[in-house]
């Protein structure tokens, strides 16, 4: 019998610690893993029209 493998995103140390600055500082938590990116800007730009935004969407892409 073969098991069917689920796409589970992988949760690591470094992922963790991404997240836990992400909640504080939501750039801070993309930048660790995009650099300069897309990703970064449109954080950027949502954390300073709003801090909740810029947190679900840095939550959002560390976990995708």
């Known amino acids: 019998m073969s098991q069917k493998e689920t ?3 992988k949760v ?3 992922t963790i ?3 836990i ?3 504080f500082l939501p ?3 993309v930048f ?7 990703e970064f ?11 909740l935004p810029g947190i679900i969407y840095a939550i ?3 976990l995708l």
């Open 7 to 9: 796409s589970k995103p």
């Open 32 to 38: 660790l893993r995009y650099a300069i990116g897309m």
């Open 27 to 29: 750039p801070l938590g």
């Open 21 to 23: 600055l992400a909640i």
């Open 41 to 51: 800007w449109i954080c950027l730009l949502l954390t300073i029209l709003g801090y």
């Open 17 to 19: 610690v991404q997240i």
């Open 60 to 62: 959002y892409v560390l």
């Open 12 to 14: 690591d140390a470094a």
